[in-house]
């Protein structure tokens, strides 16, 4: 039996996503967890995009065919991740309430769009909003 792949779309280029992303496991039996850059042309951008998602204000987890976003990607991480490792040990508790991922959630968009900006790096802009280039 295939085991089901679930889609993490995050920017590559954000050192604070990056990491995170490189850190966060998922448990065995939920499936295979697939890392995907969001500045990569790929159908699951193509998908974002068309669903009117803004991937400069949050990343996608796809799983069982459904997209979650920005605060339900990560709570929804929470919920599947393993509990192996004191990161994912903290991710889970910080962000297993859906309550405390959209309290959690914006403060650290905030810190990642002020990071990009000190590091002169430009947004993704998958939806092309006009004078979306920058941080």
């Known amino acids: 039996m295939k085991r089901e792949e679930i889609l993490l779309v995050y920017d590559h280029e954000c050192p604070a996503c990056h990491a995170y992303?490189?850190?966060?496991?998922?448990?065995?039996?939920?499936?295979?967890?697939?890392?995907?850059?969001?500045?990569?042309?790929?159908?699951?951008?193509?998908?974002?995009?068309?669903?009117?998602?803004?991937?400069?204000?949050?990343?996608?987890?796809?799983?069982?065919g459904q997209l979650y976003y920005g605060a339900d990607a990560i709570h929804a991480l929470a919920l599947i991740g393993s509990r192996s490792g004191l990161f994912n040990r903290m991710n889970y508790w910080m962000f297993k309430s859906k309550t405390a991922a959209f309290i959690l959630y914006p403060m650290l968009r905030f810190c990642r769009s002020i990071l990009l900006k000190l590091l002169g790096k430009t947004k993704i802009n998958n939806l092309n909003i006009e004078g979306n280039d920058k941080f």
């Open 21 to 64: 992303c490189q850190v966060i496991r998922i448990r065995d039996s939920v499936g295979d967890l697939r890392i995907v850059d969001a500045r990569e042309d790929n159908a699951v951008m193509e998908e974002i995009t068309s669903q009117g998602l803004d991937i400069d204000q949050g990343m996608v987890l796809k799983m069982g």
